[in-house]
């Protein structure tokens, strides 16, 4: 069992940043894919990044080039560095972890995702 905790949420103004994190409890989080979803009312969830435990990374096109996302395993911490915001950014976003086994370095379907935190606000003015 994993528990999955966001924290750095907030109120931006376009072209600002934020940096997210997920602390993550239990055990076998370095063997975890961990990902990142927004989710904006009516609108399914969306796959926003994803890190592999060999800090392997792969992103969205909407964020490419924009957003980072790291993890500190020995910490059991998930980050999200999101730069250059613009409005459409605005959502709630989720940490999700994947355990093994895994197909490829990568998962962009929240479906494959057994564990998810409760979810942090990000709010973006333009």
């Known amino acids: 069992q994993v528990q999955l905790v966001e924290s750095g949420g907030g109120l931006v103004q376009a072209g600002g940043s934020l940096r997210l994190s997920c602390s993550a409890s239990g055990r076998t989080f370095t063997s975890y894919i961990m990902g990142w979803f927004r989710q904006t009312p009516g609108k399914e969830r969306e796959f926003v990044g994803s890190i592999s435990r060999f800090a392997l990374t792969y992103y969205a096109d909407s964020v490419k080039g924009r957003f980072t996302i790291s993890r500190d395993n020995a910490k059991n911490t998930l980050y999200l560095q999101m730069n250059s915001l613009k409005s459409e950014d605005t959502a709630l976003y989720y940490c999700?972890?994947?355990?093994?086994?895994?197909?490829?370095?990568?998962?962009?379907?929240?479906?494959?995702?057994?564990?998810w935190g409760q979810g942090t606000q990000v709010t973006v003015s333009s």
């Open positions: 999700a972890a994947k355990a093994p086994p895994h197909k490829g370095y990568y998962a962009p379907d929240p479906k494959e995702y057994e564990y």
